[in-house]
């Protein structure tokens, strides 16, 4: 299978700091790339994991490990317009993506 | 550069009804992508097209035909609209290359089936 689990719902302080996780099938997997939706918009790329580590990209970063199948996207000193969707998605063979369900982050004063 | 557009924004159909989406997109993409997204819930692929004169289908193609005569269209078709068709549809585009996993997607399409 293809899918992903990743939690529903978190939410956070501004200026704090959350890990959204995601855990993955590993049947034909090839990375796994975070987007950001916010309400009535569209997905945008954040990052993309291939191989182990962690990818910084300014205050977002995203971390994979491959033995354990499962990854997570970092939120650093949080601000009011975090507030989003935010969707892991591995790749396919032939740069196709599934996508996880999404978690929802809610970002308090 | 416009990105990716999509035509039209918002439409309201009846059941039996068809109607074509379009996509365009001026980055010089190769691969092209049709997405529904249902209420609180992730993406999934309708059909794609990783070339001009090319499609494939995607995890939930029943309903839906698509077709890439120029490369940078990618149209989105349903013959006959059933309401379980009401949904947020997003066009996508990607190089194709190197990083390949960007895909630059559009504002969305709000579709309506009654």
């Known amino acids: 299978g293809q899918s992903l689990e990743q939690p529903s719902e978190v939410t956070a302080v501004e200026g704090a700091i959350v890990q959204i996780n995601c855990t993955y099938q590993?049947?034909?997997?090839?990375?796994l790339s975070w987007y950001q939706q916010h309400d009535g918009g569209a997905p945008t790329f954040l990052s993309y994991?291939?191989?182990?580590g962690l990818e910084e990209t300014g205050r977002f970063s995203s971390f994979l490990s491959r033995s354990d199948s499962y990854g997570y996207l970092l939120l650093q000193e949080l601000q009011m317009k975090d507030s989003a969707s935010y969707f892991c998605?591995?790749?396919?063979?032939?740069?196709?993506?599934?996508f996880g369900g999404g978690t929802r982050l809610m970002v308090k004063p | 550069n416009a990105g990716v557009t999509q035509t039209p924004k918002f439409r309201v159909l009846k059941t039996g009804q068809s109607m074509t989406l379009l996509c365009a997109q001026d980055?010089?993409?190769?691969?092209m992508y049709w997405y529904r997204q249902d209420p609180g819930m992730g993406l999934r692929l309708i059909h794609y097209?990783?070339?001009?004169?090319?499609?494939a289908k995607g995890e939930v193609p029943d309903g839906y035909n698509v077709s890439r005569l120029k490369k940078q269209n990618f149209l989105l078709g349903l013959e006959s609209a059933a309401p379980s068709q009401t949904s947020v549809y997003f066009c996508?585009?990607?190089?194709?290359?190197?990083?390949?996993?960007?895909?630059?997607f559009g504002p969305g399409t709000r579709l309506l089936v009654l």
């Open positions: 998605a591995r790749r396919n063979a032939g740069n196709m993506l599934t």
């Open positions: 994991n291939a191989l182990d």
């Open positions: 097209s990783v070339g001009e004169g090319t499609t």
């Open positions: 980055m010089n993409h190769e691969y």
């Open positions: 590993t049947s034909g997997f090839y990375g």
């Open positions: 996508a585009s990607s190089y194709g290359g190197d990083p390949p996993e960007t895909q630059y």
